[in-house]
């Protein structure tokens, strides 16, 4: 209770002392909400509509360490701004130098002096114009901070709301670090897809889910063709360029709910929901296109890549595992490559291969 701040107890009503019992109980059910999701980015999503509500702010941005190679921290997720994902604060900003000795939230003037007198952020302030600017803070080193514009009726901050957000950033702060580590538990550090282990798992339980709910799924493996001759030609550091571009396709050229994953060396695994095979060709298709229509640049030379893919929709008749699945579709890739190479193959009687 002694961190109440402006807050005296024995002055306050009956009415004053209920609200400041709903609001810690409010945050609360928000912190055991937040440490329950640790899916990275519906963690970081959450968090920004949680400040929306309960702020009644329309615009809020977060902007988080997750380059290993510096302390800069880049914007991750944003909601009403309408800003360039590759906005970042610099190691080195006035900004981040204030919170490595500080740790308290900061409000207008002072965000105007350490950011919009400062070169490295000056641009960025006028854009984003933040009212408010909260750390989050883990194991005493700063992981990220929270910008809120004005409030929608532009009313001023009070120190209700700066101890609310007190709260929420350390509730905040060990969801997103927890979310972190298990991200990297899960995501392969070179391509950002899952890996291996986590796929297993996934598809796993998205069969079960399938069959109980009498839903199509399709599985995707893929095959880098020819990727000895890229490596053996151009180098080990090259050949990781090349499996990062494919990484990087595959995650934009799939819907939001589907799982592309890392299986193994240079082959990738996709798993899409609520997707027949007919639809699963037509998806497998479009990845196969996008990388035969990519320039791969490795260190000014301009190769051209391609892959395989086979592809197999889930039958609870045959398969009674995830293996027997992944067995199938391997049939299918290794159709592909046997015929020629940067085609797409399935694993049915009716299927008609790309």
């Not at 002694?2 to 209920?18: R, V």
């Not at 984003?128 to 909260?134: A, G």
């Not at 798992?201 to 063709?225: G, P, S, Y």
């Not at 998806?283 to 996008?290: G, M, N, V």
């Amino acid at each position: 209770m002694s961190e109440l701040k402006d807050y005296i107890l024995a002055d306050m009503s009956k009415e004053e002392l209920e609200r400041l019992v709903f609001d810690f109980q409010n945050l609360i059910e928000i912190g055991i909400s937040l440490s329950s999701n640790l899916e990275f980015s519906s963690l970081v999503e959450s968090i920004l509509y949680i400040c929306i509500g309960q702020m009644l702010v329309d615009k809020v941005a977060m902007f988080l360490h997750v380059n290993l190679d510096n302390e800069d921290l880049n914007l991750y997720m944003e909601r009403g701004f309408n800003i360039n994902q590759e906005w970042k604060i610099p190691e080195k900003s006035a900004m981040l130098q204030y919170f490595y000795k500080k740790s308290d939230i900061i409000v207008g003037d002072i965000i105007e002096e350490l950011m919009g007198e400062d070169e490295e952020t000056a641009e960025l302030f006028s854009i984003l114009k933040p009212e408010i600017v909260i750390p989050l803070f883990s194991k005493n080193a700063l992981n990220g901070l929270i910008f809120m514009s004005r409030k929608i009726m532009e009313t001023p901050y009070t120190a209700k709301d700066i101890l609310f957000l007190e709260k929420l950033s350390k509730f905040a702060s060990i969801a997103v670090e927890n979310s972190r580590l298990y991200r990297m538990a899960t995501i392969d550090r070179m391509t950002g897809l899952f890996i291996h282990h986590y796929f297993k798992e996934r598809l796993a339980e998205e069969l079960k889910r399938a069959e109980r709910n009498k839903k199509d799924l399709t599985l995707l493996m893929l095959d880098i063709d020819h990727f000895k001759r890229v490596n053996d030609t151009y180098g080990h550091l090259n050949g990781d360029t090349v499996l990062k571009i494919i990484a990087s396709i595959i995650h934009q050229n799939i819907r939001v709910f589907d799982m592309a994953s890392r299986y193994g060396g240079e082959e990738f695994a996709v798993i899409l929901t609520d997707t027949d095979e007919e639809l699963g060709l037509k998806i497998a298709e479009r990845l196969r296109a996008k990388v035969e229509e990519a320039d791969f640049d490795l260190n000014g030379t301009k190769i051209k890549v391609t892959i395989s893919i086979g592809v197999a929709q889930f039958n609870p008749e045959v398969d009674d595992s995830a293996d027997s699945i992944i067995a199938r579709a391997d049939m299918a890739l290794y159709q592909a490559k046997n015929t020629g190479r940067n085609r797409v193959c399935c694993n049915s009687k009716d299927c008609r291969s790309k």
